[in-house]
């Protein structure tokens, strides 16, 4: 059985309880070492533990609510630093309108109005966006159980994607988006306005993203403006974030920096509260603020651990060993620009070569869409006390193109890890990316293969490189696999 069935999930969460507190390590006092600041690498590995940090700081250390207890325990795959398996993916809860589908994306400002009064009531967050991380773990089990079992005591809606057709590929592709990952569970109670679902992010990896930090905006919007004036079905849209930035970062592209990105991550990962992120707040608790204001990772232990992530190379591409390897792996390239995935994927981006992204927003169709965090609500108060509501609404169906450098090494793919093999990758995509699919469906096997096999070569693992002990930094055995390639628990 896969391990996303939906039986299955909540016990993944309780799991992951269970595991967490057994594989901190007694000892692991290498950062205690008052004298000594942690080097950025360090702070990566480190694994943290509630209650204990460093003398500067007067935090809670790790958590209350934390996914895993070091960077490293999901960022792995390939070395230190790399993408994670589908255990590591992080769980999003978000409420919707109850009459909602993911296919039927209609909203009315009253159906909005009752969502958020409502939903705010389960988790504080739902006050002003409509989605939350579900965390794998808190520091106040016992509490957490009983909000969890809370959640779960919604009853499963049963979930189609209903898809017809008699060819075998196409049978293949309903099998994986049949087997999306997005449950929904719903109140038996007819007054309950809203729906959940649950939906996930696979783990990217991290190598080079200190390169695409540093390419230009303009590089970017260039792109676009390219798109559009072609005029073809491809029509990227350059990510904004909120403070105006061309976001780069995340599979939606909402950070503009690493250095946004990893205060973040310390906060909602990891529970450890920074000047430039709170941590996330406990679901159960009353009080309007998340937690203590101290933090429990400093200014400069950030910025050493941000030096670090920015100083992970790019994984090279595998050189062809033979001359009729080589043409294979140019004529595989050729074909995957011919059919159109380059118009995305887009080999050199500014400072960044061989990265294969253009970093625009595509509508990938209503397969591949997920309402999490696609609706805000924002308050706008007056000189008088007036306040005005506005809501805003997100596309669920776009998302950013992830560069391929490195992709052989950083299966599955797709932004919820539904993706075993590129293969699989391909075939789900939809929306803007729909006519280069079906020239690749049109593809003779060998010119197919072809083309995965250039993706096969994106990416090679350095000798060199440190393989992480997953025992020593809080990650589970690697999951077996099903007769079918998909991963199953025991
Ligand atoms: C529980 C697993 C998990 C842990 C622990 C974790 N991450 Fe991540 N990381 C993710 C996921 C999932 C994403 C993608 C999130 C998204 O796009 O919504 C991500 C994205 C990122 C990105 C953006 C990469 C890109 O190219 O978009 C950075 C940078 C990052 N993480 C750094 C860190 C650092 C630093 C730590 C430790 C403080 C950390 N992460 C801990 C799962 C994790
Ligand atoms: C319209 C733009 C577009 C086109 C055309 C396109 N892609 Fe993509 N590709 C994307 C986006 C966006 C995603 C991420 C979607 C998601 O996660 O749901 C993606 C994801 C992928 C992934 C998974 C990467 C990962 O890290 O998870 C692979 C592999 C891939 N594409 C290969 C291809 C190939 C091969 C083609 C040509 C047949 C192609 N793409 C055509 C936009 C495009």
Redesign the pocket.
């Known amino acids: 059985m896969s391990i996303y069935s939906r039986g299955n999930l909540l016990r993944g969460l309780l799991l992951g309880f269970a595991f967490l507190s057994q594989t901190v390590p007694a000892e692991g006092r290498f950062l205690q070492d008052d004298e000594k600041q942690p080097s950025g690498e360090a702070?990566?590995k480190k694994v943290w533990k509630s209650n204990e940090v460093e003398s500067t700081d007067s935090g809670d250390g790790l958590g209350p609510m934390?996914?895993?207890?070091?960077?490293?325990?999901?960022?792995n795959q390939g070395g230190m630093?790399g993408s994670?398996d589908n255990l590591?993916?992080?769980q999003?809860l978000t409420v919707l309108p109850r009459q909602d589908s993911r296919r039927n994306f209609r909203l009315d400002r009253l159906a909005l109005e009752m969502l958020f009064e409502q939903s705010a009531k389960l988790h504080p967050d739902f006050k002003f966006k409509n989605s939350t991380i579900l965390h794998?773990s808190s520091s106040e089990i016992a509490q957490y159980g009983n909000w969890l079992k809370d959640v779960f005591e919604f009853k499963s809606v049963a979930k189609t994607t209903g898809f017809e057709s008699n060819r075998t590929m196409m049978e293949e592709r309903g099998r994986l988006l049949s087997e999306t990952p997005i449950y929904r569970v719903k109140k038996g109670s007819a007054k309950d306005r809203f729906t959940i679902q649950i939906s996930?992010?696979?783990?990217?990896?991290?190598f080079g993203?200190g390169i695409?930090d540093s390419i230009s905006s303009n590089d970017i919007l260039a792109l676009e403006s390219a798109q559009k004036k072609k005029g073809g079905p491809v029509k990227g849209r350059a990510p904004i974030t909120n403070d105006g930035k061309i976001g780069?970062?995340?599979?939606?592209?909402?950070?503009s920096s690493?250095a946004e990105?990893?205060s973040?991550?310390?906060a909602?990962?990891?529970g450890?509260s920074n000047a430039d992120h709170p941590q996330a707040r406990m679901p159960f608790s009353k009080s309007p603020q998340a937690g203590k204001q101290s933090h429990d990772?400093s200014k400069s232990e950030i910025k050493k651990?941000?030096e670090?992530?920015n100083s992970l190379e790019p994984k090279p591409a595998k050189l062809p060993e033979t001359g009729n390897e080589s043409q294979l792996l140019q004529k595989g390239q050729e074909l995957f620009n011919f059919i159109g995935c380059a118009d995305c994927h887009v080999q050199t981006v500014g400072i960044a070569q061989n990265i294969y992204s253009d970093f625009l927003l595509h509508d990938m169709g209503s397969e591949l869409a997920d309402a999490s965090?696609s609706i805000e609500r924002k308050v706008h108060s007056f000189y008088g006390g007036r306040e005005e509501v506005e809501f805003e609404i997100k596309n669920p169906q776009r998302w950013?193109t992830?560069?391929l450098w490195g992709a052989a090494l950083s299966a599955p793919y797709m932004?919820d890890g539904r993706a075993d093999s590129f293969h699989d990758a391909i075939i789900v995509h939809g929306g803007e990316a729909s006519t280069s699919v079906d020239k690749y469906r049109r593809l003779s096997p060998a010119d197919r293969k072809m083309v995965l096999e250039f993706l096969q070569s994106l990416g090679q693992e350095s000798t060199l490189d440190e393989k992480p002990n997953p025992a020593a930094h809080g990650w589970g055995p690697p999951p077996r696999k099903s007769r079918k390639g998909r991963l199953v628990r025991n």
């Open positions: 702070l990566f934390f996914n895993a207890i070091s960077c490293v325990a999901c960022h630093g994670g590591t993916n992080v999003i794998r996930r992010r696979n783990t990217p990896s991290l993203v695409i780069k970062f995340g599979w939606r592209g909402e950070k690493v990105f990893t973040q991550a310390c909602v990962e990891l450890l990772i651990l941000v670090f992530v965090h950013q992830p560069p932004h």
